[in-house]
């Protein structure tokens, strides 16, 4: 195995057109998790990267690890034109690969259409996934891009609808959905904080109010 991810970084360095085919080959006939990463970090490195068929994988591989692998190659440097490809892969049927999508979607800058989805991700079905949407809302919010502006009290009340529902100590994420979506409110700087406190300091529920001074 250790030769296999040596093997694998080494690609990275002498990238030829079937690098990428190697390396995803590799993840499905090995795929433990010390060869997958090896591979991802790989897959980053390839330059020119081959997105097309990156985003290909991504969604139509069989094996799930092979589509978390390529999903998570896009990650870094997302951009607009592998939007649809993290918006299809919400809908995975593993959560790994979801998982990813919604953490790349955050990474895709000065998008409104991106914003709008993790926005809707925020109701996914898994608890996983729609943490992660928030977490993705959180970087959103801290860089703060004039071309979002209008887009930022949509964010600031969505995240605030998600954390109020952790009110309710039988949502499957109780114990700690709160604090995930908590630190990302805060990543509006004052304006999420005090949002915070005024839920601290006037809400009508007790709970409610001790999670928000807990973030």
Do not use: Y
């Not at 079937?18 to 997958?36: D, I, T």
């Not at 896009?74 to 892969?89: C, E, I, K």
């Not at 809302?137 to 998600?162: C, D, F, T, Y």
């Amino acid at each position: 195995n250790g030769v296999r991810c040596v093997a694998a970084l080494a690609l990275a360095k002498i990238h030829v057109s079937s690098s990428h085919v190697a390396l995803l080959e590799a993840v499905e006939k090995h795929g433990n998790h010390m060869l997958r990463e090896c591979a991802i970090i790989a897959l980053r490195r390839l330059q020119p990267s081959p997105v097309e068929e990156l985003s290909t994988a991504a969604l139509t591989a069989s094996d799930a690890r092979v589509r978390e692998a390529a999903m998570r190659s896009l990650m870094p440097n997302a951009t607009r034109v592998m939007r649809p490809t993290f918006q299809a892969g919400l809908k995975d049927t593993e959560r790994f690969p979801r998982f990813a999508a919604a953490e790349a979607l955050g990474n895709i800058r000065k998008s409104t259409s991106a914003t709008e989805i993790l926005i809707e991700t925020l109701k996914h079905e898994d608890v996983a996934v729609a943490n992660r949407a928030a977490v993705s809302l959180g970087r959103v919010a801290a860089r703060n891009e004039s071309e979002l502006k209008a887009l930022r009290p949509r964010i600031l009340q969505s995240l605030l609808a998600a954390f109020r529902q952790h009110v309710d100590p039988d949502v499957a994420d109780a114990e700690w959905g709160w604090r995930v979506v908590g630190n990302a409110i805060l990543e509006f700087g004052d304006e999420g904080a005090e949002a915070l406190r005024e839920i601290r300091d006037h809400s009508d529920n007790s709970r409610l109010a001790e999670l928000a001074w807990r973030v």
